[in-house]
Structure formats: C-alpha cells, structure tokens
C-alpha cells in the first residue's frame, strides 16, 4: 500500500518568514495529493490540493509543488502569521472517491509573534 | 463545499460497554465512508473502508468484530465500538467524496471517545 513520509515533525518560525514542509509517496499510481491544517480537537481542514497533471498551484499564501518523478511534494506558506500555527498533514489518495486518503506523520508549526 | 456530520462530538463510556458513532452526508449520497482513527499527537490511520449495501473492509491489525461498521443507506454510516476498553481512547473521523463533484474529501468534526 502507500506510504507516506512527512518532514520536519516541528518547525518554528518567526512572523513574516516562509515555512516549508515536505512529504515523499510511495506508490506511483496515486494521483491526488491534499494538505490540511488540524487545530486541536477539530477535524482537518483542506487548505490545497494538487493533482498529478499539474506541477505547482497556489493559492494567495500557500503554495504546493509536485515532483512526480521523484515522488515527492512540499507545502510552501509565506509570510507566516500566528493563526497559521497548528498542525499540518500531507496525503496521498488515486484521487478517486472511493479510495481512502494516506497520511504523513503531520508537522507542527509554530509562529512566534 | 459538501457536509458531513458526525455525532456524537464526544462520548465518554465505562469500559466492556459499546459506543456507536454515526457519519452522514448531509447534502450528497455516499457508497463509500471511510473510518480513521487518531491518538494524541499522531496522525489519521484508516482503520475501514464502508460500503454501502456491502460489507466493510477493514484495514491490516483492525478487528472487524469489534469495530461494528455498518452502511444501510447512501447517506449514513455507523461505526460501533464493541466492549470498549480504555486503549480505544481516540479521535475518531469519518470521511466521504462528494462523488457528484469528486473534488475532495470531506470529514465528519470526529468524536472524541473516552473509555473510563
């Protein structure tokens, strides 16, 4: 099955700087790679998404980017606020809806003010 | 976006009893339902996958008699935590495509189960 890996498992950073997350996959079939932000408690939340015909998508202050080759995808948030901080998880699905999301390990962000 | 809800929220329950959850789709039919898992501080382990009109599948290491799944309808599914004990303390989520728009997958607030 799919495995996926996440790093770093912590990142700090200070207000106003980017922060950068990276996850590998495993199996080449999937086709669908999420990320979401979980606060404590609460369910995950997509923030973006990418889908293997596409290389790099962005979205105001979050971007993702697709190496297919080399089975890896990273999460770039710049100018990093204090309400980013929270945990965030890459996942790896064959896109369709009856297939289950693989989740990374999740990382921890944390902004100092 | 599509809505799932998930009831209940929390529950806390004494150990040897059972506990379901039910994860619906409010606004959209869904055949497939998955069923995660989280402990504190670690990240979702799928533990089922929940068809409806068939039978569940479940994941390598999961008990299929005691985690109870179960998907009368396009709309609802159960998952049933049978002779709890206190290790099936968790967070647990459902999930589910809108297969209509198939753009994403959309979470039930989980439920938080304590097991006393």
């Known amino acids: 099955g799919e495995n996926v890996e996440q790093h770093p498992s912590t990142l700090s950073v200070q207000e106003g700087d980017s922060a950068v997350i990276k996850c590998t996959y495993s199996?080449?079939?999937?086709?669908?790679f999420p990320w979401y932000k979980q606060e404590l408690g609460k369910r995950p939340q997509l923030i973006i998404d990418?889908?293997?015909?596409?290389g790099e998508k962005k979205d105001q202050r979050i971007a993702v980017t697709l190496n297919k080759t080399a089975k890896h995808f990273s999460l770039h948030i710049t100018e990093t606020q204090p309400e980013d901080s929270a945990v965030y998880f890459c996942a790896a699905s064959m896109g369709t809806g009856r297939r289950a999301l693989t989740f990374g390990s999740g990382t921890r962000l944390q902004v100092q003010p | 976006g599509a809505v799932v809800s998930q009831h209940p929220s929390w529950v806390i329950c004494k150990s040897g009893t059972s506990v379901k959850i039910e994860c619906r789709s409010l606004d959209f039919q869904a055949t497939t339902m998955f069923w995660y898992r989280q402990f504190p501080k670690q990240s979702l382990m799928l533990m089922a996958t929940?068809?409806?009109?068939?039978?569940?599948?479940?994941e390598q290491g999961v008990e299929k008699d005691k985690f109870l799944i179960n998907h009368a309808s396009l709309t609802l599914s159960t998952l049933t935590v049978t002779s709890a004990h206190p290790e099936d303390s968790s967070f647990y989520i459902c999930?589910?495509?809108?297969?209509?728009?198939?753009?994403?997958?959309?979470f039930g607030q989980g439920t938080r189960l304590t097991v006393v």
């Open positions: 990418i889908r293997s015909n596409v």
């Open positions: 929940s068809n409806e009109g068939s039978k569940a599948t479940y």
């Open positions: 199996d080449s079939a999937s086709n669908y």
């Open positions: 999930s589910a495509w809108d297969h209509g728009r198939d753009t994403e997958a959309f």
